[in-house]
């Protein structure tokens, strides 16, 4: 077991990609001194996740070696534990387009925030420039996703109830749009805190036929609601080609504690 210190929250505020590359290192090393070989597992909280995925496409297939790690270990069980793998808008507490901007134009979160806003298109360099990090992310042909593809399992974990900083559907890799049943009951007694626990099946990569206009363009915050949301069903079929997942649904029961459970 390795507590990675590469990529804190303080230390992340450089952007996604910058975090994902320290992370990236640190595997490395930590590895290379068990060994030249072995399993690999990931777990990662919050934004932790997105930096994760991003170190993934640096383990796959790194910029100054031939043959990154993942081609000596065996990767086996990628978890996020709520992750915002759809970014942040237009969710829950930033529903607001105006808000968002706001809060990103004073810089708070940093290129981060930016990044999981969807408002860095065109501000990244290399092969993030012309899109937003997010969606290269996503890009079902790209080496992040062909480096989940490696992973024998993956799992979300999404807080169905108390969170405000990471929207369930972003956590739990749904559509926005999707309809919400009433959060289900803990189980009885309180012995457990899951109350969902299902397998999303993969997906076909390929958007249907009358989503191909919508796809095309500039992408950002002050693109249209229906713009946004092709994006969104984009991200979630370039991440849902990877395999299938498992979605865990955990529920805390912080009644009136809003935002803790995170």
Do not use: K
Not at 55 to 79: I, K, V
Not at 148 to 169: D, G, I, K
């Amino acid at each position: 077991l390795h507590v990675l210190s590469a990529a804190t929250a303080g230390d992340q505020t450089d952007g996604i990609d910058a975090a994902g590359l320290r992370v990236a290192r640190e595997i490395e090393a930590a590895c290379d001194a068990i060994g030249p070989s072995g399993s690999l597992s990931i777990v990662a909280h919050s934004n932790g996740g997105l930096v994760g995925r991003w170190a993934l496409g640096e383990l796959l297939e790194p910029a100054t070696e031939a043959r990154g790690l993942l081609d000596r270990w065996r990767p086996q069980l990628f978890l996020t534990l709520a992750a915002p793998h759809l970014g942040v808008f237009p969710f829950g507490l930033f529903w607001s387009e105006r808000l968002v901007r706001r809060v990103a134009s004073l810089g708070y979160f940093g290129t981060a925030g930016r990044q999981l806003a969807l408002l860095d298109s065109g501000s990244g360099n290399g092969e993030t420039a012309a899109t937003p990090l997010l969606l290269a992310l996503a890009e079902p042909r790209g080496r992040y996703v062909r480096a989940l593809r490696r992973f024998e399992r993956r799992v979300a974990v999404a807080n169905r109830t108390n969170e405000v900083l990471v929207p369930y559907p972003s956590a739990a890799l749904l559509a926005p749009s999707a309809p919400l049943a009433a959060a289900p009951r803990r189980r009885a007694g309180g012995r457990s805190n899951v109350v969902g626990d299902v397998l999303l099946p993969a997906l076909d990569p390929r958007p249907p036929a009358a989503a191909d206009a919508e796809e095309e363009g500039p992408v950002g915050a002050a693109a249209s609601t229906r713009r946004r949301s092709s994006v969104h069903a984009r991200m979630l079929r370039g991440l849902r080609s990877a395999g299938e997942w498992r979605r865990v649904d955990v529920d805390f029961g912080l009644r009136g504690a809003l935002g803790w459970a995170h």
